[in-house]
């Protein structure tokens, strides 16, 4: 069956641009995860959202990043005046149920100039 | 602050060998994970632990889980050239029942087999 899917795949952007990010999970997982990897910080949470619940924004870096779930389903994941230190992949992923495997996307690789 | 230790960071093997790789975190939790990710790709969950003394076998990688020691390892048997990838381990701080999993990850083991 049809996986996590990301979009776009890479983005190069300018300093102090805007970028969205897309997030299709798998049908039917109830929870969205939002990492970022990078070489110095490695793997890192960014947000998730469970169900009908208050996401989790605790990871988030500063206040120019936001994401937002539709309809339970697809997630978009916002930057703000992106900078330099924004350059990471960004690993979007799914549960079906609490304490059960994350299943990833592709990631989006981002690198702002 | 959960932090999570993996080593070695860099492991080099002969094939035929075996080895382990260790993950130690430092608060209680009983959810561990083990994730592959080869060179430019996403990650590929491999196995999901959940209880002390948890045990789980696919093929030649073997994940067991300390709670009491914080420890996790994985164990390699006999390695083969398509094992090569960076491991991770992940750790979910549980904090209560209704809350999802907010992963925090290992530094990542490369492992590299060589023929």
């Known amino acids: 069956g049809a996986g996590v899917s990301q979009s776009p795949s890479n983005k190069v952007t300018e300093k102090g641009k805007d970028v969205e990010l897309r997030c299709d999970p798998i049908s039917g997982h109830t929870a969205l995860y939002w990492y970022r990897q990078s070489l110095g910080q490695g793997l890192e949470f960014l947000i998730y959202f469970q169900g009908n619940s208050a996401p989790d924004k605790s990871g988030l870096p500063s206040d120019r990043f936001s994401a937002e779930r539709t309809g339970g389903s697809v997630s978009t994941l916002t930057i703000q005046r992106t900078q330099q230190e924004d350059s990471a992949v960004y690993l979007c992923a799914s549960s079906a149920k609490l304490a059960s495997a994350q299943y990833f996307g592709p990631g989006t690789r981002l690198t702002v100039t | 602050e959960l932090k999570v230790e993996q080593n070695p960071l860099f492991l080099s093997m002969q094939e035929g060998k075996n080895y382990t790789i260790y993950c130690n975190y430092s608060t209680t939790s009983d959810r561990l994970y083990w994730y592959r990710q080869d060179p430019g790709k996403s990650l590929e969950s491999l196995f999901v632990?959940?209880?002390?003394?948890a045990v789980k076998q696919e093929g030649r990688l073997m994940a067991s889980l300390d709670t009491k020691a914080r420890l996790s390892t994985l164990h390699i048997t006999a390695a083969v050239h398509d094992l090569s990838a960076t491991y991770f381990c992940a750790v979910d701080p549980f904090i209560n029942t209704g809350t999802a999993s907010k992963l925090t990850f290992g530094t990542g083991t490369r492992l590299q087999v060589t023929l």
């Open positions: 632990l959940l209880s002390n003394g």
